[in-house]
């Protein structure tokens, strides 16, 4: 199956930077084409870009949600990224080639599809002749790809069929929410109704002709198919009524803001949170109104304020009309979507276990209970150490109750080998040996952190992501420092850097002296806020944690011009160099190998006998050329 995608002229590209973009295209696709979720992102990724309405002069690079798509898609390629980034067309063209190349290889799923018409339908379009004329071809791209998919799938009908899709479908007007029959609800609770037994009947996993039975299950109860409801009623009568809220979720919770592109998740997650935490807001307009004069309703308020978010941060009309079954469709892609992410909070369900004869059963002997009470409360001894950076101490104490069962204990000894203390520079194969070790044995923030840092597949990534990101969550909400810090470095590894900064600031507001390091890089190359990262480095460095002094090197190397020399700001580049080379220098001092090997490259080839000097010492130290810290991904991919 291939559909063309045109509308933009290859001439935006020469024919060598086409094959280098297709090549990239190709790789990309291959690595993650047996990752459902990176497909969706890779998806709405390029539909952005190509209906991108801003002018030329602006970075397209530097745009929210585009910054991770062009990284992905030019690579290491500098001057296909450079031309892509200052030319709207050629970021446009990369973008067409993408979904053509997905089209080509039939990764367009029929859900995903339906949800990327249903966002380009409710759009806020520009004027632009131009713009309009791209939304236009993009909305026949995908029917076309839907239509040839139904087609192809016809043909190559199976045999077997759900047949309990079947059945629910011959049952459905009989089916009952709160005692009431499906086929007397209003339409958004039908739909409701409809997405949630269908995705629990089919485990979400569905194929097109199971989607296409939705539409005989629709006309049984009442419902047309073909019939149009607005995306804000349908957000709006879900959010306001907790059963059919529960339905719809399988009896799970929200826990943050989704994907922009879950369109009708966002808005009920949003409209959820003005009721919550983010109530004051509502508050705070409803006062100013009734302070000017104005009667002011709460609902209308709350109306406008998540109609607002969503076209912000969606580019999406929420007045919009959507069809009813691509409305459902849109729900289960919303669905799988969120599952795959760990959107959801899970209910934890206590395990229930056999219970054997009284006869049988062995209490814990008295000795066995204070063994384990002492346990405990040595590994609470060594957390607090650890805590505050008395690595010294807490390190090899840690390592103990490692041996003798502490699982916990494993997650702070995963943080110390991968990220390196004092003059111990890191050892990620070890580090991680303890995170699987801690996660085997059941430690949810050990499980966490080997998820985000091991390289095991996608799929187990997310089943494990599954299983523990809910628990780690609801114990940094109960103060859990480690926590919180371990949450925090997971958002940062994933490059989810506003949640990552969100739960760092509370890990260091509490008191926490581990995370410096990630506060000050994500100062320095997502906010470009060199003076704050350059305070960060400075006390991470106080609390022992050398590696620091690199960063410091870096930053003075770059010779920034947001770095206060003296009582001025500005840029002595001599100043800077000479800073840097001290940073590193102090770096080497704690055995922190990569320091004298940058430290040998800032030396001038005349003097060879130092450089040499240098790339000794950090042999030396263990350090060898174009090895990687785990500082490298975010240097490399802000660069």
């Not at 949630?196 to 419902?223: N, P, V």
């Not at 992410?341 to 004869?357: C, D, H, R, S």
Request: proline letters at 2%.
């Amino acid at each position: 199956m291939s559909t063309e995608l045109t509308v933009i002229p290859s001439s935006a590209l020469t024919e060598q930077e086409q094959a280098d973009l297709n090549a990239s295209i190709d790789s990309i696709i291959a690595a993650h084409k047996n990752n459902r979720q990176e497909i969706n992102r890779l998806v709405y990724e390029s539909v952005s870009a190509m209906t991108d309405s801003e002018g030329y002069e602006q970075e397209l690079s530097s745009r929210k949600g585009l910054r991770r798509f062009w990284g992905a898609i030019t690579g290491s390629n500098k001057r296909l990224q450079d031309k892509i980034n200052s030319s709207r067309a050629a970021a446009q063209f990369a973008a067409q080639t993408t979904l053509q190349r997905l089209s080509e290889q039939n990764l367009l799923t029929f859900d995903l599809i339906t949800a990327v018409n249903n966002k380009l339908n409710a759009s806020m379009t520009a004027v632009e002749g131009e713009v309009n004329q791209i939304y236009a071809a993009l909305i026949q791209f995908f029917k076309q790809n839907r239509s040839d998919m139904i087609q192809m799938e016809n043909r190559v009908a199976r045999l077997e069929q759900n047949v309990n899709l079947l059945n629910w479908q011959n049952s459905i007007e009989y089916q009952m929410l709160d005692g009431v029959e499906y086929v007397d609800l209003d339409d958004a609770s039908k739909i409701v109704c409809m997405v949630r037994d269908f995705y629990d009947i089919t485990g979400g996993e569905w194929r097109t002709s199971d989607l296409l039975l939705l539409k005989t299950a629709m006309s049984t109860i009442d419902i047309s198919p073909r019939g149009n409801i607005r995306y804000y009623d349908f957000i709006d009568r879900v959010a306001g009524d907790g059963k059919l809220l529960t339905k719809l979720l399988g009896g799970k919770h929200i826990q943050r803001l989704p994907e922009t592109y879950l369109v009708p998740l966002l808005g009920i997650k949003k409209l959820e949170l003005l009721d919550t935490d983010e109530a004051y807001i509502v508050d705070t307009v409803e006062n100013s109104l009734q302070s000017a004069g104005v009667a002011a309703d709460r609902h209308k308020l709350e109306n406008n304020l998540v109609q607002n978010y969503v076209a912000q941060e969606a580019q999406v009309n929420l007045n919009a009309e959507v069809n009813n079954y691509d409305l459902t469709t849109e729900m289960l892609f919303n669905l799988r979507s969120a599952e795959d992410t760990g959107l959801f909070q899970e209910e934890v369900v206590p395990e229930v276990q056999e219970v054997e004869p009284a006869e049988q059963v062995e209490e814990n002997t008295e000795a066995e209970q204070e063994a384990a009470e002492k346990l405990a409360e040595e590994g609470k001894a060594a957390e607090e150490e650890f805590l505050k950076a008395n690595f010294e101490d807490s390190v090899p104490q840690l390592e103990g109750l490692s041996e003798k069962g502490y699982a916990r204990a494993n997650g702070m000894l995963f943080w110390a080998y991968y990220f390196g203390y004092e003059d111990y520079p890191g050892d990620p194969q070890k580090a991680l040996k303890y995170a699987k070790k801690g996660s085997d044995a059941a430690d949810p923030i050990c499980g966490l952190l080997y998820a985000a840092y091991s390289d095991i597949s996608q799929d187990e990534k997310l089943e494990l992501l599954r299983k523990v990101r809910t628990q780690v969550s609801k114990m940094a909400d109960a103060n859990d420092s480690f926590a919180t810090l371990a949450l925090g470095a997971c958002y940062f590894q994933a490059r989810q850097y506003d949640e990552a900064q969100k739960a760092l600031s509370s890990y260091e507001k509490a008191g926490g002296v581990l995370a410096y390091e990630m506060l000050g890089l994500m100062k320095q190359y997502v906010k470009k806020q060199e003076k704050t990262a350059l305070i960060y480095y400075k006390k991470a460095v106080k609390n022992k944690i050398y590696h620091a002094y690199i960063l410091m090197g870096d930053l003075y190397w770059k010779g920034s011009q947001y770095i206060v020399i003296g009582r001025r700001l500005g840029t002595v580049s001599c100043d800077c160099d000479n800073r840097a080379r001290e940073c590193y220098k102090k770096a080497t001092e704690h055995n922190q190998g990569e320091a004298a090997y940058k430290l040998a490259e800032t030396i001038s080839r005349t003097c060879q006998e130092k450089r040499d000097y240098w790339f000794a010492l950090a042999e030396k130290q263990g350090y060898k050329k174009d090895m990687k810290s785990w500082t490298s991904d975010i240097e490399e991919f802000n660069h």
